[in-house]
């Protein structure tokens, strides 16, 4: 089992819809990352969060705002979605110069 | 530009032989190189990470070299089983760590 809880592991939603994905990691790590995966293509970084403050935003639609309540918890808020933004969505986490740790992601369909 | 190449896309063996697994990269300046094995549905899994300064580095039946001349590296499995079934990606890192480069992934199939 990951050290890296994503939940939910599914979600179906409607293009009008708001929903948020929850990642929590407890390893202490001070970095984490959303990262969108489309089938068979590797992962796409979305934005990281260092020191609960966010360093890195690749440019995403507004659409999806990143919030990282404190150390541990990172969630990835959902409004308004395209059926193009249906994808993998991995949370991962690690110390600076160090692997990342992934969960297994949340499987997004957007209707 | 910063790139990371991986081949072959795909690749088929047989259970219980080698395969060596290939990532070329062109990224500046250089923090680390690391391995992921990634199952379908499932979050990618570290397998090893390597710096600057290491050659060589083994996790089991997973040896990674790495040459920081050429800018290459490599992944050799031994003995593959079924479970090796899976998708291998190269993740080189720069600037300090956090800006990192995916390769597109080699999707390795093992046969029985």
């Known amino acids: 089992d990951t050290e890296v809880t994503q939940t939910p592991k599914h979600l179906v939603m409607g293009m009008t819809n708001k929903k948020s994905l929850k990642c929590e990691q407890h390893m202490g790590h001070r970095a984490m990352y959303w990262y969108k995966q489309k089938a068979k293509k590797p992962p796409e970084l979305m934005f990281v969060?260092?020191?609960?403050?966010?360093?890195i935003n690749e440019s995403v639609p507004s659409r999806f705002s990143p919030e990282c309540p404190n150390s541990s918890l990172l969630n990835l808020h959902l409004h308004a979605l395209q059926p193009e933004d249906s994808a993998l969505y991995l949370c991962a986490s690690s110390q600076v110069n160090s692997p990342l740790h992934f969960g297994n992601g949340t499987r997004l369909t957007v209707t | 530009k910063n790139q990371v190449e991986q081949s072959p896309q795909s690749l088929i063996i047989l259970e219980g032989k080698n395969c060596t697994l290939q990532c070329n990269y062109t990224v500046s300046p250089f923090s680390n190189l690391r391995w992921y094995k990634q199952d379908t549905g499932r979050g990618p899994v570290s397998l090893t990470i390597?710096?600057?300064?290491?050659n060589t580095k083994s996790n089991g039946r997973y040896t990674a070299t790495l040459d920081a001349d050429t800018k290459q590296s490599s992944l050799h499995i031994t003995a593959s089983q079924l479970s090796d079934s899976a998708s291998y990606i190269c993740v080189v890192s720069y600037t300090g760590g956090f800006k990192t480069i995916f390769g597109a992934g080699t999707r390795l199939f093992v046969k029985a």
């Open positions: 969060y260092s020191y609960e403050k966010l360093s």
């Open positions: 390597m710096t600057f300064s290491e």
